[in-house]
């Protein structure tokens, strides 16, 4: 039986005809092993944060589960091998980004045997009774990111700062984007391990719950039944009462983090905070899943759940795909292209980026691969001011303004309007009757101001430099002076001594001559005679 609770309405979001769901949930999910492939490109810098540092060379022979590079800096994980093989290289490769700029990877070349060897992390056997730190250890160690899209490092977003209390603890499972259902079928065929992965991460937070314990409301939109009845199954073998499954209203954006909190519990995260400040966080099910894989399997994070579909590939569905192996051979294990596919876009519809190439390798942040056919180019016109951007926004923004904004480069006031509440949903530009891209606008305006907010650091450090290096010159500039006075002054000082000396050496010489002097005569004088006269 489901957990009956009061659901609480964000403002704005999308009703749609159709989510393009049922096409790709028709065929049980396959596994694409990385060990035949012919070679597997794997990029370092797969997750938000720092690029690991990289500590294999060409010609290194790794195994499966191997670490590749190693995590550097506060924010920043670790990056696996797939499978086991030989290190072919370490070079810059196409990534998975609009731009279709290259970043540095490691190519592996397999030798088809998977082999593990002595590479798996020790199971966590009993992490009902490990501590906060070991398993938010274990987390970073295995590499696992946010796999709802933001691919932020786990174990620091379980690292709660020691005052705060928190009241909730919050899986999404709600999968609201058109055409993706990797999280459906994960929900439908590894159910338990989600749940085991929820009570590792209740086990984690257990310092920061309250006395009556930390609430786990696992939130599934209605439109995925056979999902939502497998997670209660999962939960009612479970038997923990923290654990409760919510079915939630099937609307556009409901999977977003900030709605999913709102309609759960009716907190609203206030702008420019996190949901930590009103006592909730937020995981993903595929992230609980690789958690239940790392702390009770010892595995690290080398494989998730993709969905490829689209009217352009032949036969739609779900692949457990290992990192490194490249989008065309997703493609063809779907049965290939078909004479309508003209764009590849990594996500869905509403919140995906188009590639420009199939030859790219699945990362962390692979969710689906929507191969879509030739859509009618509808162009720009003129903002007509009706206000549906506003309607339609989940965030409560005001979309013209900031269009108008972004669109005059006027960063200060777009900032003053929120535009870092925007998750770029799309919603504002689904609905937008002049057909204006909206969210490439403000996708524009947050990278200017990133750049313009770069330079000035950078420009701040230069000065910084500068004004220290200017310091310095002064300061040997006033010890020269300093040094030479002082050796002018022992100079004069010396000088005026030496003179001193040699007069004192003259009058004392003068005298000793003169004292000689009369000594002298004084001996040499006639004696007076004695005789007197008669």
């Given at each position: ?387 549906r951007c506003a309607e339609a926004c989940p965030v409560n923004l005001l979309p013209q303004q900031l269009y108008w904004h972004a669109r005059a480069r006027n960063l200060e ?122």
């Amino acid at each position: 039986m489901f957990n009956l609770r009061k659901l609480w309405q964000h403002k704005g979001g999308l009703h749609l005809k159709d989510y393009h769901k049922d096409q790709s949930t028709q065929q049980p999910v396959r596994q694409l092993s990385a060990a035949k492939a012919s070679e597997l490109v794997i990029p370092l810098q797969q997750h938000a944060g720092h690029k690991p540092k990289i500590i294999v060379k060409a010609g290194d022979f790794v195994y499966k589960g191997q670490c590749l590079a190693k995590a550097e800096g506060r924010i920043s994980v670790p990056v696996h091998a797939s499978t086991s093989g030989t290190i072919q290289a370490l070079e810059e490769r196409p990534i998975a980004h609009p731009s279709g700029l290259n970043d540095l990877c490691v190519i592996l070349m397999p030798d088809g045997q998977d082999n593990w060897g002595d590479q798996r992390l020790t199971p966590l056997e009993n992490y009902a009774e490990a501590s906060a730190e070991v398993l938010r250890e274990r987390i970073s160690q295995a590499g696992i990111v946010g796999l709802g899209g933001a691919v932020f490092p786990s174990a620091i977003k379980l690292a709660v700062p020691e005052p705060v209390q928190l009241t909730h603890l919050l899986i999404n499972g709600a999968e609201c984007e058109p055409y993706i259902t990797c999280d459906d079928m994960l929900m439908r065929e590894r159910a338990s391990e989600i749940i085991t992965g929820c009570l590792i991460m209740l086990r984690a937070l257990h310092e920061h719950a309250p006395a009556q314990g930390l609430n786990c409301l696992i939130g599934i939109e209605d439109n995925k039944p056979q999902a939502i009845q497998a997670m209660q199954t999962a939960v009612q073998q479970a038997k923990d009462p923290r654990l409760k499954l919510v079915p939630v209203p099937t609307q556009y954006p409901t999977g977003g983090e900030r709605q999913l909190i709102q309609i759960l519990t009716g907190r609203e995260v206030p702008s420019s905070g996190r949901p930590s400040d009103i006592g909730v966080l937020c995981h993903n099910v595929a992230t609980a899943r690789a958690i239940y894989q790392a702390v009770v399997l010892g595995q690290p994070l080398i494989s998730r759940y993709v969905t490829v579909t689209g009217k352009g590939v032949a036969q739609p569905q779900n692949f457990e795909v290992e990192f490194g192996l490249s989008m065309h051979s997703l493609i063809q294990a779907a049965g290939g292209y078909t004479p309508k596919a003209q764009r590849l876009i990594m996500g869905g519809s509403m919140m995906g980026m188009a590639l420009p190439t199939d030859q790219i390798p699945v990362v962390k942040a692979t969710n689906c691969l929507w191969v879509s056919e030739q859509e009618a180019e509808s162009p720009a016109l003129p903002c007509i001011r009706c206000g549906r951007c506003a309607e339609a926004c989940p965030v409560n923004l005001l979309p013209q303004q900031l269009y108008w904004h972004a669109r005059a480069r006027n960063l200060e006031k777009v900032e003053q309007y929120h535009l870092f509440d925007c998750i770029e949903c799309g919603c504002c530009a689904y609905v937008c009757p002049s057909h204006i891209p909206l969210v490439d606008y403000y996708r524009y305006a947050k990278a200017d101001i990133y750049a313009q907010a770069e330079a000035r650091e950078k420009a701040d450090l230069a000065r910084e430099r500068h004004d220290f290096h200017q310091e310095r010159l002064e300061r040997a500039k006033r010890e020269k002076a300093e040094k030479l006075a002082k050796h002018k002054e022992a100079a004069q000082t010396k000088t005026r001594d030496a003179g001193n000396n040699d007069k004192q050496a003259a009058i004392q010489a003068a005298l000793e001559r003169a004292k000689a002097k009369k000594a002298q005569q004084a001996a040499s004088a006639p004696l007076a005679s004695e005789d007197k006269p008669a």
